[in-house]
């Protein structure tokens, strides 16, 4: 009976992860360039490396193990991993809009190393360098990219050309398993700290100038797992309160041993 709390307690737990990551999901449905997280909960002993594949909101993608030590006890596990699948491409016009076609980060210039994104939503700052809408540099391959001239325009392959010479090209890499990157806030990813960033090949970029990429999210499929998550949640607590009316009846009922 004992065991039965302990095991409720953490489905409960593992259900409240799933909620959380759902939800974040939604609230990031109109954010360019974002991708879901996606969860499963795994029996234990049935694998959870990086080719295990799973259906989740209509969506199938390599796992990895996330943190197990409060689930040690039970014959389960949740895994999560990032949803790599491009979002739809929409024209904007706007010059600083780019997007990636296919495979591959922008890469971010941060106070605690690089960072990476798929949101191409970019702005100059005073200092006429590409940034993020937070201020953040966007690095090219020679370091912040300046577009301090009268006109500029960034070409199929990511090479910046500024007053119709070649100023910079957009740095553009990839990872062995991108799934395993990690959400930061404001749309920026980071990688495990085993796993380092791999310059595509320029003849393998392909960008698209005044387009943006939207979110890979699926507003409706997300919000029918969410309603499955919670109702497991609901069930579960359930089960404790039963549980629980049981041990107490248990422990005031039963004849005492003098």
């Not at 409720?8 to 990031?28: F, P, S």
């Not at 080719?51 to 996330?66: A, C, F, I, K």
């Not at 689930?71 to 809009?97: C, E, F, I, K, W």
Request: glycine share 10%.
């Amino acid at each position: 009976m004992i065991r039965s709390l302990g095991n409720a307690e953490k489905a409960m737990q593992m259900e409240q992860v799933r909620i959380d990551a759902l939800a974040n999901n939604l609230a990031n449905v109109n954010s360019n360039g974002f991708k879901q997280v996606l969860t499963r909960v795994s029996e234990a002993g049935a694998g959870g490396n990086a080719d295990d594949e799973m259906s989740v909101q209509g969506s199938r993608n390599s796992l990895r193990t996330g943190d197990e030590n409060w689930a040690s006890n039970m014959n389960t596990t949740l895994y999560h991993a990032v949803d790599t699948r491009p979002g739809a491409v929409q024209a904007t016009g706007r010059d600083t809009d780019v997007a990636i076609m296919g495979n591959g980060y922008f890469v971010v210039e941060g106070q605690e190393g690089e960072r990476f994104t798929r949101n191409g939503s970019f702005t100059l700052n005073q200092d006429k360098e590409l940034v993020t809408p937070d201020g953040r540099k966007i690095l090219g391959t020679g370091g912040a990219i300046v577009l301090n001239g009268s006109d500029f325009s960034i070409e199929n392959d990511g090479t910046v050309i500024v007053d119709g010479k070649v100023k910079d090209r957009l740095r553009i890499v990839d990872f062995p398993d991108a799934s395993t990157l990690e959400h930061e806030g404001n749309n920026l990813l980071k990688s495990p700290d085993k796993m380092e960033a791999v310059d595509v090949p320029v003849e393998q970029v392909v960008v698209a100038q005044g387009h943006i990429e939207g979110s890979n999210v699926n507003a409706i499929d997300t919000l029918v797992a969410m309603i499955a998550a919670q109702r497991a949640f609901e069930v579960q607590s359930k089960v404790m309160s039963t549980e629980d009316e049981m041990l107490s009846k248990s422990v005031n009922s039963l004849p005492r041993v003098g």
